[in-house]
């Protein structure tokens, strides 16, 4: 007999988050973020929970791989980007989006040599400090970007440190303004927290991870009060017991 112990995926609880997500989103797209095997809930799980997203979000090029090959044609980003050159080759042939965060992988575009063509995501570091541009070398890796012929478009993106907590969003919201200011693209800034919290941040695409798989990204407020449902069930049962003296 198998340990009994079971997780249950439940894929209508996945509908209902994404569902709910899009009435937060106000019209603007939605990329259902499904990195680390779609948050422990696993790929295909998620394909059938996620199957009216706009878009899937992840950051490993095998699992992007699993998406297409069991039947996903919809937008892909690859949330990290290129890891090395041969990446940008594998997002060609699958038809992925490539976040651009670092002067390396900027290289490694403006020396691709393969076939294809590939749509990029220009990532700003907006006071997370993980991964993006400064704003003075922002402006400048988009023009170098533009200028790429097998570019085909090249879209904005941020993350949030402090979405989650009152106004924690502002300043970063701010900084990216100035940096973006003059330049024509389509944006995508919400995480979870500034998806619920911060309208302004909806711009054209949004990218929830944790409210799609029902918890919440707020300490004061519950997933059940934001409408949320749990999409794992846990279950096992007891298989023994011990009388011990306090102590």
């Not at 609880?13 to 603007?28: P, T, Y």
């Not at 059938?48 to 039947?71: K, N, V, Y």
């Not at 575009?109 to 704003?135: C, I, Q, T, Y």
């Not at 879209?155 to 003059?182: I, K, N, V, Y």
Request: proline share 4%; with cysteine; charged share 20%.
């Amino acid at each position: 007999m198998t340990r009994p112990t079971q997780a249950t995926i439940s894929a209508a609880a996945l509908r209902h988050n994404l569902s709910r997500a899009r009435v937060w989103a106000e019209g603007a797209r939605v990329w259902a973020v499904v990195k680390a095997n779609a948050y422990g809930h696993g790929l295909s799980s998620a394909l059938r929970g996620f199957s009216a997203a706009d878009g899937l979000a992840l950051i490993e090029f095998d699992h992007a791989q699993r998406l297409r090959e069991a039947g996903w044609r919809g937008p892909v980003l690859m949330l990290e980007g290129a890891f090395e050159p041969p990446d940008v080759d594998a997002a060609a042939a699958l038809g992925l989006e490539l976040a651009v965060h670092c002067e390396q992988q900027l290289r490694w575009l403006e020396d691709w040599r393969g076939r294809g063509a590939l749509a990029v995501h220009l990532k700003f570091n907006s006071g997370m400090n993980r991964l993006g541009f400064s704003p003075d070398a922002f402006r400048v890796a988009h023009a170098r970007l533009r200028a790429l012929s097998r570019v085909l478009r090249v879209s904005t993106m941020a993350h949030f440190a402090d979405a989650d907590l009152p106004g924690g969003a502002d300043h970063a919201l701010e900084f990216f303004q100035r940096a973006s200011e003059g330049i024509e693209a389509e944006c995508s800034l919400a995480n979870s927290a500034a998806l619920i919290d911060v309208p302004s941040s909806r711009r054209d695409w949004v990218r929830p991870g944790i409210v799609l798989y029902g918890a919440s990204p707020f300490a004061a407020r519950s997933a059940r009060a934001l409408g949320l449902r749990a999409a794992m069930r846990l279950a096992s049962r007891l298989i023994g017991v011990q009388q011990l003296q306090a102590g």
